[in-house]
């Protein structure tokens, strides 16, 4: 039978289920050899350690893999681990990928659909028939909806990148209802397509990992290059606004150091930072949470130099 799922794991558990490997090192000891392992399924991810490695594992485990595993659920170091006792690779009718790799909670029908209904918002007709380039063809727009918008951090999940681009266009035209001034057509195009060079950044097969172009061109290279091609099929599309376009990708990570070419310099690009930044929080918080139970104090996060606090069931 078939174990629980890794976020409802405790001490003692029996696990008899089927994982990627995320992680995979042969380590040496005393008594010689052992394979260091992170596992992972549609709920979380954990360490495992099999400290009697068979041939497989030493040689032909590799990262990427889905694996059957059996073992038990043990405990280092205050965190809890898999102690594996078999482990071997699944054949493709033993497992389905909805079990293996998190998903967003909308379905692509509700996300195409947010994505739509903010197109049909936008008024200039430049921009609106750019738009409508990337969403008519239909390998790009289906790559759109399954890619993830992070390896790990925030929206790590199938369908996380367009989750996290309606949320941004959405949350950014909240913000333009109290400033007359702010073009919402910049804001709706930066929201939705400021991340969309993830399509190619990060693969997404078994677990979410950058793929050679991610960490050699990146994400925003990889989109200011679609929008200069794509733009090119509108005709008479104007240069100035094209500047604009291509600024609100390029400048909406906020600063060099983060990974901007340039910063924000026009007031809708400061908006698409500052959303990006609170729609990125705020899903990895909402994960950090949901792992925590939803009440108490949460791990250190070193990617916020903090703990984090969620209210206790009925605490006022």
């Known amino acids: 039978m078939e174990s629980k799922k890794i976020k ?28 260091s392992l992170e596992l992972g399924d549609s709920t979380g991810r954990i360490p495992a350690v099999m400290w009697d490695p068979d041939q497989f594992a030493l040689t032909e485990l590799d990262e990427g893999m889905v694996v059957k595993v059996r073992g038990a659920v043990t405990e280092y170091n205050n965190k809890l681990q898999v102690t594996v006792s078999k482990i071997r690779l699944a054949t493709d009718d033993e ?3 909805e079990a293996i790799l998190p998903h967003s909670t909308q379905s692509d029908e509700q996300r195409q659909a947010r994505i739509l209904s903010l197109t049909e918002k936008v008024e200039n007709a430049y921009i609106k028939s750019l738009l409508n380039l990337f969403w008519s063809d239909k390998s790009f727009l289906a790559q759109y909806l399954r890619a993830a918008a992070g390896k790990l951090w925030h929206h790590a999940y199938i369908g996380g990148l367009s989750e ?10 909240r913000v333009a209802a109290g400033y007359d001034y702010l073009n919402k057509d910049y804001l709706i195009f930066g929201g939705l397509m400021h991340d969309a060079g993830k399509i190619r950044s990060y693969s997404s097969e078994i677990v979410i990992d950058f793929t050679d172009e991610g960490r050699l061109v990146d994400h925003i290279a990889v989109c200011d290059n679609w929008i200069c091609e ?3 099929q509108v005709e008479g599309f104007p240069e100035k606004l094209l500047f604009k376009l291509r600024h609100l990708i390029l400048s909406h990570q906020g600063e060099r150091a983060f990974g901007s070419p340039v910063v924000p310099m026009i007031p809708e690009a400061f908006v698409l930072y500052y959303c990006d930044e609170i729609d990125s929080k705020m899903g990895a918080i909402d994960r950090i949470r949901q792992r925590q139970g939803g009440e108490g104090w949460s791990e250190y996060v070193k990617m916020l130099d903090r703990f984090l606090y969620f209210d206790e069931k009925g605490e006022q």
């Open 95 to 97: 497992y389905q990928l």
């Open 230 to 232: 794509r733009s090119k």
């Open 164 to 173: 996290h681009s309606a949320n941004v266009a959405e949350l950014a035209l």
């Open 8 to 35: 409802d794991f405790v001490v003692e558990d029996k696990v008899e289920g089927y994982f990627a490997v995320r992680k995979r090192e042969v380590r040496e000891f005393t008594r010689g050899q052992f394979v």
